[in-house]
């Protein structure tokens, strides 16, 4: 497929973010700044800052609010020709705590009874919605919101299987949205329907005797213990081609490091591992499922597409809020071929 024949879209809820600057509280800031986004959303941004012919679906409230927040994205060269506006609901809200040091970032959560969240997708034709589109992505964040955006994960995906259309799938599970079993349950459903899967969990690969196969899995596998995870979803979906799961090493709020372990058409593959300072991590896993899915659609070597996807993670924590606004590819590449000295 050429390059300018790649038509992407993607669907989920649109926030306001509000963040006190400079890092301070909370409880002790007496101003916030605003911007927006959502991990569908900052996916959307970075494509289309690649060059890539993104379009964005979501709902937000017939206000000024909701329109700013489009505006937004359309500033980023993001179609929202397919959004709704509704006169139901409010724009849901996160406020975000810079962490520095040896104190984390913190999010907090208000988008209880949003537009997004409480709008009927059964009104929606999603057929239609999807024609002309190659590439879907869709999130687990979604599905936490309601039964309503459950439904719409379902609607979406068996569209875009009618159509043809690549569908990727990021798990994105969010602990303060909804339970572990609840989301295990709810996102194995959609898992016969997905081609390129972003993290492990919380799908469910139980064995015969109730055991599951990503139990003692540590949060930094080796090769061998990471290959063997992808295999088995591999086995079990064999409609998944690609595999992505990026490993953080944490040594203080403000400096980290990242590498990645990609399945992809039948083999394991490990990133080199990049050490960064941070300036906001917030986006750091969409700009690494942009930066996978963009090197896929560009038709990268293995090695290459690992390696992209993690420098694109790098470089968004370089950059105030959700969206990685990445020049170009080769920006990108320089980061990737930089040599780095790799302390853990």
């Keep these: 497929m050429a390059h300018n024949e790649i038509r992407f879209i993607t669907m989920g809820e649109l926030l306001l973010r509000l963040s006190p600057p400079n890092y301070e509280k909370i409880r002790t800031t007496d101003e916030f700044k605003v911007t927006y986004g959502g991990a569908e959303a900052n996916v959307a941004a970075a494509l289309s800052n690649l060059g890539i012919d993104a379009s964005y679906f979501t709902v ?25 506006y509704s006169d139901k609901g409010r724009m849901g809200i996160y406020f975000l705590e810079e962490g520095f040091g040896v104190r984390p970032s913190k999010v907090t959560y208000d988008r209880k009874d949003s537009s997004f969240a409480t709008y009927d997708f059964s009104k929606v034709d999603f057929k239609a919605k999807l024609k002309g589109f190659t590439w879907l992505h869709l999130s687990g964040i979604t599905p936490a919101l309601s039964l309503g955006c459950r439904d719409l994960i379902m609607y979406a995906i068996k569209a875009a299987k009618e159509l043809g259309i690549t569908v990727s799938f990021d798990c994105n599970f969010r602990s303060a949205l909804w339970g572990w079993q609840e989301a295990r349950d709810c996102i194995t459903e959609y898992l016969p329907y997905v081609n390129v899967l972003f993290g492990i969990e919380p ?19 080796s090769y061998k213990e990471q290959d063997r995870v992808f295999r088995e979803i591999n086995k079990r979906y064999p409609n998944i081609y690609a595999i992505g799961r ?18 992809y ?6 990133s080199r591992t990049f050490r960064f300072n941070i300036l906001d991590r917030v986006g750091g896993g969409d700009a690494f499922a942009s930066g996978m899915i963009y090197a896929i659609m560009r038709k990268m070597s293995a090695e290459e597409i690992v ?16 969206f990685n606004i990445t020049d170009d590819e080769a920006s990108i590449k320089k980061i990737m071929n930089q040599e ?3 302390r853990r």
């Design 307 to 322: 390696n992209f996807a993690v420098a694109s993670s790098v470089i968004k924590h370089t950059m105030h809020g959700d």
């Design 60 to 84: 937000v409230p017939d206000s000024s609010i909701g329109k700013a927040a489009i505006r937004y994205l359309r500033s980023n060269d993001v179609h929202c020709s397919p959004c709704i």
């Design 203 to 221: 799908i469910n690969l139980r064995d015969e005797s109730g055991k599951d196969i990503k139990d003692g899995l540590s949060m930094n596998p």
């Design 265 to 270: 058409n039948g083999e394991t593959y490990e």
């Design 340 to 342: 780095y000295e790799i």
């Design 246 to 263: 990026h490993v953080r090493y944490v040594h203080s709020g403000s400096e980290n490091s990242l590498k990645a372990f990609m399945w």
